[in-house]
């Protein structure tokens, strides 16, 4: 620890209105309900010193919110720096910071990473041993490891990711993946370091940073996130079934109408509830016991079915 420096109090990784239609052709066009004014006020709420904008494959956000941030004096100890949340040619992301231009996604890890290299930028792997985009034992490329993602509920994501840290030794952070207003500053990190892009990317590179705080989202926040994506991405979730799941469009029609009537029902919290059971059963199941881990990559119903019972 260096005597006199700035502890930077950071949210690494978080999300907002900007992430919309980036995600790629696999994933919903509607990311993320978060505006601009909204994710600096919770900021202020938070007692943020950093926040870092990681939309998906885009830099759009950050100079949106440093334009807002200049016309409004109350967010001015607030600093806001680049950065870009990737995915790569296997839909694993990769989170980099510091960026001057973006990267462009669907490429190789390796070539993403030389990208970021080319800048002088910081790469963390996030949410390493979830269950559909992690980069898993590929992990240890990055700078830094993030082992505590709030939106790992299944919970044995984020036990992996510790127990795969300790072994390596790796230099870790966590991460809020916030995609409601809420869960800005769940987790946060303390940035040994100035306030400046250069000094903050710089501390980062050296690993002088510490976990603060972490906790998981709710399940309100997690139905929240969830219907915001189904209220607005029938179409998009209409070409997936057709494209992947043909022989359940009925079922689909049927589910979707039903969902939309009566999405403020208390019957959703029960399917919350066994949708959470199934996927801490999945997860200790692919992270402990062996099975596949791009099961749903691949939409291998038949061996997650399976992983459940």
Not at 4 to 13: V, Y
């Amino acid at each position: 620890m260096i005597v006199g420096m700035n502890h930077l109090r950071t949210e690494i990784h978080c999300h907002n209105v900007y992430s919309n239609d980036h995600l790629g052709d696999l994933e919903p066009p509607f990311d993320c309900d978060v505006t601009i004014s909204a994710q600096l006020e919770q900021s202020l709420k938070a007692d943020l010193d950093v926040l870092f904008v990681t939309n998906h494959n885009t830099l759009d956000g950050y100079t949106q919110m440093l334009e807002y941030k200049e016309n409004h004096e109350k967010f001015s100890k607030l600093k806001i720096y680049p950065a870009e949340e990737i995915t790569t040619d296997k839909e694993s992301h990769i989170l980099v910071y510091g960026l001057s231009e973006e990267i462009k996604p669907n490429q190789t890890l390796d070539e993403i990473l030389d990208a970021a290299k080319s800048q002088g930028a910081v790469t963390v792997a996030p949410h390493p041993f979830s269950l559909i985009d992690a980069l898993r034992e590929d992990s240890i490329k990055c700078d830094l490891f993030e082992v505590f993602n709030s939106s790992n509920i299944d919970i044995f994501s984020n036990k992996k990711a510790e127990i795969f840290a300790k072994e390596n030794n790796l230099d870790v952070i966590a991460g809020s993946d916030s995609h409601v207003v809420s869960t800005i500053g769940r987790c946060t990190n303390l940035i040994e370091s100035e306030n400046s892009l250069d000094d903050v990317i710089s501390a980062l590179r050296k690993k002088r940073v510490s976990i603060e705080n972490t906790d998981y989202v709710s399940r309100n926040e997690i139905l929240q996130h969830i219907q915001y994506k189904i209220e607005n991405s029938k179409e998009y979730i209409d070409w997936y079934v057709r494209e992947f799941y043909p022989k359940f469009i009925s079922l689909f029609n049927i589910s979707h109408k039903f969902y939309m009537s009566t999405r403020r029902s208390y019957f959703w919290n029960i399917v919350y509830r066994l949708a959470v059971f199934s996927l801490k059963r999945i997860s200790y199941k692919i992270n402990f016991e062996g099975y596949d881990p791009y099961a749903f990559r691949t939409r291998d119903i038949p061996t997650i079915t399976r992983m459940i019972f």
